[in-house]
């Protein structure tokens, strides 16, 4: 991942924009009068779901989070990659040669587990012994699994024996040193290597981004503990710092502004099967900071805590409630960011159970959760002894009232402090709401009076480095070039290849805008010539604003030009597309066995066509084709939008757009199974 990605995963564009633009919420976007120009009908929409911002009136621009920033505080790309990354805490620098070796090395752990996920897949569904279709049977008709909940999450089986999986990897090419560290095998005391997952059903663990991390590993015998063996912590798994499941979950928790977060595996498991999409499982432990930033506020604007109702799940509840309140008090002066509410399942029984028994029940407990202060408040005074003291109301007053005020609404806060005297007159003990208010402004005292100390602190560090002046090499940084991380997902690595081409050909350009005309007509006036807003990846648009004005002036060769034109913070990316295709190929495969290389390369063209002018045709109508299909869910979105606010007007105003925009796709489409046909002959 990429800095600029990465910050970008930290910040969410709403929030952001909302902090200088009134953002108004319409159905799955936002919108506002354009910042840009003046206008009278909102044309200006956020994408909360794809993180992008687009003028659909007289500016007709669009972007990520950092395209806005440098269009509206008139920002280079390195100040605004500085800008944003203090605001989302990613230090921005260029990796050292060690840093990158770690990245490297990183890569290839993640690299051999998800090859492990796929054996132990194979081993359940592929080629079953007669123990793997027992465990089959068990996970499909014990676990009510279906066959297609196993596919998409990929979940195997570990078969009995010592060394399955150790030898299977060594035979790949995987050394057995780093199938130790990557915890899939185990060394004991004697020095014997044996593989760690044995009768075991296989869980994958993956990151935000979908990458296997680690395994959850459950127990088939009765008499195997623990019944649920974790992968140990390794460079690449904490389950402190993942939410199993959050990489299919961020969608629908971004759609619905909501997350339910469970405690274990099959909880999520069994949700994503029956349509909750929105579930998440914290893996047994207690809510942690990283694991709370990972979801709000920038994906979930209300977390469902949906604990076990044993004794173990509610302590886990209420630390995970105090976690949150520490939390989101560094950032938010004490104030949840996001809504809390706490979902309480009846007859002790785990959301595995409910939701296989009654999935319409698990809806409604879900909608009816409790407000976190409702819920404390009835815990805390449940726990009080028969008979309590003044010490012990007082003790339980001053435990609750942060957690009380620990929300923005002052409506909230009296209902709350109401609730609370109620619900201590119940003991019986009767307490006046005078006395909880001064208790209360005691306690926000202290809390203000930390927090002050905090920020004296921190500004007093701020204030000792202020005069610091960092001078940048160029040359250094050129050198260095290789040490970044570049992101390896298939979108940037196709934005990459086009603008590997574009570089060799520069007068391509001028071909691929007069294509881009008689193919869409009307639609390239309204898209524009090929350029920066064909890119998602904040580097490669960057870049291929310098390479448009590179190829604008006579004066320079294009390379030399951007060489001395382009954004500091962006030459090592520059390296990295400028690098040789055999080059770039086995450093993507350094995840992988290398003696596919020769048949990767082969099929390496995205498209196949032999000349480097129909190659970077072709890429560039393929993110043209992206672009349009962005551009058309975006229309087709407000258009939905209107219609359900019963704006048919609106509705009908966009209409032509869409239109357009659908004959500009059925166009490229065709360009593209035209140039397909001709690589199969």
Same mark, same amino acid.
């Given at each position: 991942?990429?800095?600029?990605?990465?910050?970008?995963?930290?910040?969410?564009?709403?929030? %952001?924009?909302? @902090?200088?633009?009134?953002?108004?919420?319409?159905?799955?976007?936002?919108?506002? /009068?354009?910042? $840009?120009?003046?206008?009278?009908?909102?044309?200006?929409?956020?994408?909360?779901?794809?993180?992008?911002?687009?003028?659909?009136?007289?500016?007709?621009?669009?972007?990520?989070?950092?395209? $806005?920033?440098?269009?509206?505080?008139?920002?280079?790309?390195?100040?605004?990659?500085?800008?944003?990354?203090?605001?989302?805490?990613?230090?921005?620098?260029?990796?050292?040669?060690?840093?990158?070796?770690?990245? #490297?090395?990183?890569?290839?752990?993640?690299?051999?587990?998800?090859?492990?996920?796929?054996?132990?897949?194979?081993?359940?569904?592929?080629?079953?012994?007669?123990?793997?279709?027992?465990?089959?049977?068990?996970?499909? +008709?014990?676990?009510?699994?279906?066959? +297609?909940?196993?596919?998409?999450?990929?979940?195997?089986?570990?078969?009995?024996?010592?060394?399955?999986?150790?030898?299977?990897?060594?035979?790949?090419?995987?050394?057995?040193?780093?199938?130790?560290?990557?915890?899939?095998? *185990?060394?004991?005391?004697?020095?014997?290597?044996? #593989?760690?997952?044995?009768?075991?059903?296989?869980?994958?663990?993956?990151?935000?981004?979908?990458?296997?991390?680690?395994?959850?590993?459950?127990?088939?015998?009765?008499?195997?503990?623990?019944?649920?063996?974790?992968?140990?912590?390794?460079?690449? !798994?904490?389950?402190?710092?993942?939410?199993?499941?959050? +990489?299919?979950?961020?969608?629908?928790?971004?759609?619905?502004?909501?997350?339910?977060?469970?405690?274990?595996?099959?909880?999520?498991?069994?949700?994503?099967?029956?349509?909750?999409?929105?579930?998440?499982?914290?893996?047994?432990?207690?809510?942690?900071? &990283?694991? *709370?930033?990972?979801?709000?506020?920038? %994906?979930?604007?209300?977390?469902?805590?949906?604990?076990?109702?044993?004794?173990?799940?509610?302590?886990?509840?209420?630390?995970?409630?105090?976690?949150?309140?520490?939390?989101?008090? @560094?950032? %938010?002066?004490?104030?949840?960011?996001?809504?809390?509410?706490?979902?309480?399942?009846?007859?002790?029984?785990?959301?595995?159970?409910? *939701?296989?028994?009654?999935?319409?029940?698990?809806?409604?407990?879900?909608?009816?959760?409790?407000?976190?202060? =409702?819920?404390?408040?009835?815990?805390?005074?449940?726990?009080? /002894?028969?008979?309590?003291?003044?010490?012990?109301?007082?003790?339980?007053?001053?435990?609750?009232?942060?957690?009380?005020?620990?929300?923005?609404?002052?409506?909230?806060?009296?209902?709350?402090? @109401? %609730?609370?005297?109620?619900?201590?007159?119940?003991?019986?003990?009767?307490?006046?709401?005078?006395?909880?208010?001064?208790?209360?402004?005691?306690?926000?005292?202290?809390?203000?009076?930390?927090?002050?100390?905090?920020?004296?602190?921190?500004?007093?560090?701020?204030?000792?480095?202020?005069?610091?002046?960092?001078?940048?090499?160029?040359?250094?940084?050129?050198?260095?070039?290789?040490?970044?991380?570049?992101?390896?997902?298939?979108?940037?690595?196709?934005?990459?290849?086009?603008?590997?081409?574009?570089?060799?050909?520069?007068?391509?350009?001028?071909?691929?805008?007069?294509?881009?005309?008689?193919?869409?007509?009307?639609?390239?006036? =309204?898209?524009?010539? $090929?350029?920066?807003?064909? $890119?998602?990846?904040?580097?490669?648009?960057?870049?291929?604003?310098?390479?448009?004005?590179?190829?604008?002036? &006579?004066?320079?060769?294009?390379?030399?030009?951007?060489?001395?034109?382009?954004?500091?913070?962006?030459? /090592?990316? !520059?390296?990295?597309?400028?690098?040789?295709?055999?080059?770039?190929?086995?450093?993507?495969?350094?995840?992988?066995? =290398?003696?596919?290389?020769?048949?990767?390369?082969?099929?390496?063209?995205?498209?196949?066509?032999?000349?480097?002018?129909?190659?970077?045709?072709?890429?560039?109508?393929?993110?043209?084709?992206?672009?349009?299909?962005?551009?058309?869910?975006?229309?087709?979105?407000?258009?939905? +939008?209107?219609?359900?606010?019963?704006?048919?007007?609106?509705?009908?105003?966009?209409?032509?757009?869409?239109?357009?925009?659908?004959?500009?796709?059925?166009?490229?489409?065709?360009?593209?199974?035209? *140039?397909?046909?001709?690589?199969?002959?």
């Amino acid at each position: 991942m990429s800095i600029a990605e990465d910050i970008k995963s930290r910040l969410d564009i709403v929030a %952001y924009i909302q @902090q200088t633009v009134p953002l108004k919420k319409s159905g799955r976007t936002y919108k506002a /009068p354009c910042p $840009f120009h003046s206008e009278k009908t909102p044309s200006f929409v956020v994408n909360a779901e794809t993180q992008t911002w687009r003028c659909f009136g007289a500016c007709a621009e669009g972007g990520d989070i950092f395209s $806005f920033a440098m269009k509206r505080n008139g920002w280079s790309f390195s100040e605004a990659l500085e800008a944003l990354g203090a605001l989302a805490g990613v230090e921005v620098k260029k990796q050292s040669p060690q840093q990158k070796q770690r990245e #490297d090395h990183l890569a290839r752990l993640r690299g051999l587990l998800g090859t492990a996920a796929q054996i132990y897949h194979k081993h359940l569904v592929e080629a079953p012994s007669p123990d793997a279709e027992q465990v089959l049977g068990y996970a499909l +008709d014990r676990r009510g699994l279906t066959e +297609d909940t196993l596919r998409t999450f990929e979940i195997g089986y570990a078969p009995r024996g010592w060394r399955n999986m150790l030898d299977e990897l060594i035979n790949l090419g995987y050394d057995e040193a780093l199938i130790l560290e990557a915890g899939v095998a *185990i060394r004991n005391e004697q020095g014997r290597v044996y #593989d760690r997952f044995r009768n075991r059903l296989m869980i994958p663990i993956r990151d935000e981004r979908g990458r296997v991390i680690g395994f959850g590993a459950r127990a088939l015998d009765p008499n195997d503990n623990p019944k649920y063996l974790n992968s140990p912590q390794t460079p690449v !798994f904490d389950k402190s710092q993942v939410l199993f499941g959050l +990489d299919a979950a961020k969608s629908a928790i971004r759609e619905t502004e909501t997350a339910v977060i469970v405690e274990g595996y099959m909880d999520a498991i069994q949700a994503h099967q029956a349509g909750f999409s929105n579930v998440v499982a914290q893996m047994g432990t207690a809510m942690t900071e &990283h694991q *709370i930033r990972l979801i709000a506020p920038r %994906y979930a604007r209300k977390i469902v805590l949906a604990l076990d109702a044993d004794a173990a799940g509610q302590n886990a509840t209420r630390r995970s409630l105090e976690t949150a309140r520490q939390t989101l008090a @560094q950032d %938010y002066g004490g104030k949840f960011a996001v809504e809390f509410r706490i979902l309480q399942i009846p007859d002790a029984k785990d959301p595995d159970d409910l *939701i296989r028994e009654s999935p319409e029940k698990w809806r409604d407990l879900v909608d009816v959760a409790l407000p976190v202060a =409702t819920y404390v408040i009835q815990q805390e005074v449940r726990s009080l /002894p028969s008979q309590p003291t003044a010490q012990d109301i007082e003790g339980l007053s001053r435990r609750i009232l942060p957690l009380i005020y620990a929300s923005e609404s002052n409506v909230i806060h009296n209902f709350n402090l @109401q %609730y609370l005297a109620r619900s201590l007159r119940s003991i019986p003990y009767n307490i006046e709401e005078s006395t909880l208010l001064a208790w209360a402004r005691e306690e926000l005292k202290k809390l203000n009076s930390t927090q002050k100390t905090k920020t004296a602190v921190e500004n007093e560090a701020l204030e000792s480095d202020i005069y610091e002046v960092r001078i940048v090499n160029l040359d250094s940084l050129r050198e260095a070039s290789a040490t970044i991380t570049i992101t390896d997902d298939r979108m940037s690595e196709a934005e990459a290849h086009c603008l590997r081409l574009l570089f060799a050909d520069p007068e391509a350009i001028y071909q691929i805008n007069r294509r881009l005309r008689e193919l869409v007509g009307t639609a390239a006036s =309204t898209l524009g010539d $090929f350029g920066a807003e064909d $890119f998602i990846t904040s580097e490669y648009r960057q870049i291929m604003l310098t390479f448009l004005s590179a190829t604008r002036q &006579h004066d320079l060769d294009v390379q030399d030009y951007m060489e001395s034109r382009l954004d500091a913070a962006l030459y /090592p990316h !520059f390296e990295h597309i400028r690098a040789e295709e055999p080059d770039r190929l086995r450093q993507s495969l350094r995840e992988r066995y =290398t003696p596919d290389l020769a048949d990767v390369m082969k099929k390496s063209r995205l498209g196949g066509l032999s000349s480097p002018a129909s190659q970077v045709m072709e890429q560039a109508l393929r993110l043209r084709l992206r672009r349009v299909k962005r551009e058309l869910d975006d229309l087709m979105f407000m258009q939905r +939008d209107a219609q359900n606010a019963s704006d048919h007007a609106a509705a009908m105003e966009l209409g032509p757009r869409i239109a357009l925009f659908r004959r500009a796709k059925e166009v490229l489409d065709a360009e593209l199974n035209a *140039i397909a046909s001709l690589i199969s002959k």
